[in-house]
């Protein structure tokens, strides 16, 4: 495990060449895609979102498709459609970008909602349905979506359908001046990227999810992560809190995190790392709480210091 493990961290050693300034949100990505989920990517133009995605593609060796997404974008261009071939009277499937190891789905928060709704079984279920036939993606699949923040011309506010979809949520930032001052001692952009060597390949990445997905979860762990959820569920501050396929994702997040940082089991400080992060995109203030001067994290810390945490996790040595 160690060794896989220490193969995971050389990933996002690459990403971080690349992506200067950022090693907390390199690694939180690193962990959903462990755990097999999709990453929103949420800030303003220019802080190298796109580049994050194209970054783990190549430090992974994984195919890689980007779709800039614009109002003209139609679902087709998605999942792909069926077209009449006169020669021999059969309609032949032609493969929608989704058909590749990342997806890539820029500003996605700019297109129409129907080509929005094109994702959802992509996301739930790694498979197209296009004339009644479903078509399984192919393994690993991820879901890479950057937007910008609603209020900037020509944006839309993602369904909370949508939304649930993405294991987490990361905010990028500005970079730190140093980081800055890298940045421009190497232009163009693409200069950076050159630098991300592979280290692994698809197989690699398969095999430790099968390792995360065997990451042990005690029975008092899974207690503490449906009381954060359901404490959402309570606070007369939001409309909205967490769902059982948020439930979901913190225990995924977690065991990942458990396994990045080199341990077989999860412990309670795996999902205090990675709680805001898997939450805060899932949930809705209320008007009164919006009004009232209320954000999302800082409902995401009362929950944290409210619900009792449970007692250190000891090492698990097997059933």
């Given at each position: 495990m160690q060794n896989i493990n220490e193969?995971?961290?050389?990933?996002?050693?690459?990403?971080?060449?690349?992506?200067?300034?950022?090693?907390?949100?390199?690694?939180?990505?690193?962990?959903?895609?462990?755990?097999?989920?999709?990453?929103?990517?949420?800030?303003?133009?220019g802080v190298g979102k796109t580049t994050l995605a194209q970054a783990f593609a190549r430090a992974m060796d994984l195919t890689q498709n980007r779709v800039q997404f614009t109002p003209d974008v139609l679902p087709s261009d998605i999942v792909g459609?069926?077209?009449?071939?006169?020669?021999?009277?059969?309609?032949v499937y032609h493969p929608g970008a989704?058909?590749?190891?990342?997806?890539?789905?820029?500003?996605?928060?700019?297109?129409?909602?129907?080509?929005?709704?094109?994702?959802?079984?992509?996301?739930?279920?790694?498979?197209?349905?296009?004339?009644?036939?479903?078509?399984v993606l192919p393994q690993p699949f991820t879901v890479?979506?950057?937007?910008n923040p609603v209020g900037s011309v020509g944006t839309q506010m993602l369904p909370e359908s949508q939304l649930d979809r993405f294991m987490v949520c990361v905010v990028m930032g500005y970079p730190d001046a140093e980081a800055e001052m890298e940045i421009l001692s190497r232009q163009p952009r693409r200069a950076l990227l050159d630098r991300v060597q592979?280290?692994?390949?698809?197989?690699?990445l398969l095999a430790m999810q099968q390792q995360v997905d065997?990451?042990?979860?005690?029975?008092?762990?899974?207690?503490y992560i449906v009381e954060l959820s359901r404490a959402t569920r309570q606070d007369s501050r939001l409309m909205l809190g967490l769902s059982p396929r948020a439930s979901l994702a913190v225990a995924g997040m977690a065991r990942a995190a458990a396994f990045l940082s080199g341990r077989n089991y999860v412990a309670p400080q795996d999902i205090t790392a990675i709680f805001a992060d898997a939450a805060r995109h899932r949930l809705c203030l209320?008007?009164?709480?919006?009004?009232?001067?209320?954000?999302?994290?800082?409902?995401?810390?009362?929950v944290l210091h409210t619900v009792p945490r449970p007692r250190p996790e000891k090492p698990f040595h097997g059933r």
């Amino acid at each position: 495990m160690q060794n896989i493990n220490e193969k995971a961290l050389a990933v996002t050693a690459e990403v971080s060449k690349a992506v200067l300034g950022k090693p907390e949100v390199v690694l939180k990505i690193m962990m959903a895609i462990l755990a097999r989920g999709h990453v929103l990517i949420e800030d303003i133009p220019g802080v190298g979102k796109t580049t994050l995605a194209q970054a783990f593609a190549r430090a992974m060796d994984l195919t890689q498709n980007r779709v800039q997404f614009t109002p003209d974008v139609l679902p087709s261009d998605i999942v792909g459609f069926s077209l009449y071939q006169k020669e021999t009277g059969k309609f032949v499937y032609h493969p929608g970008a989704v058909m590749c190891n990342l997806f890539l789905a820029d500003e996605i928060n700019r297109t129409s909602a129907r080509t929005q709704s094109a994702l959802l079984e992509v996301m739930e279920e790694s498979a197209v349905t296009v004339d009644g036939v479903t078509r399984v993606l192919p393994q690993p699949f991820t879901v890479f979506a950057t937007e910008n923040p609603v209020g900037s011309v020509g944006t839309q506010m993602l369904p909370e359908s949508q939304l649930d979809r993405f294991m987490v949520c990361v905010v990028m930032g500005y970079p730190d001046a140093e980081a800055e001052m890298e940045i421009l001692s190497r232009q163009p952009r693409r200069a950076l990227l050159d630098r991300v060597q592979p280290v692994m390949d698809k197989n690699d990445l398969l095999a430790m999810q099968q390792q995360v997905d065997a990451v042990y979860m005690s029975d008092e762990i899974r207690r503490y992560i449906v009381e954060l959820s359901r404490a959402t569920r309570q606070d007369s501050r939001l409309m909205l809190g967490l769902s059982p396929r948020a439930s979901l994702a913190v225990a995924g997040m977690a065991r990942a995190a458990a396994f990045l940082s080199g341990r077989n089991y999860v412990a309670p400080q795996d999902i205090t790392a990675i709680f805001a992060d898997a939450a805060r995109h899932r949930l809705c203030l209320t008007e009164q709480a919006r009004t009232g001067g209320d954000t999302v994290q800082n409902i995401l810390d009362d929950v944290l210091h409210t619900v009792p945490r449970p007692r250190p996790e000891k090492p698990f040595h097997g059933r």
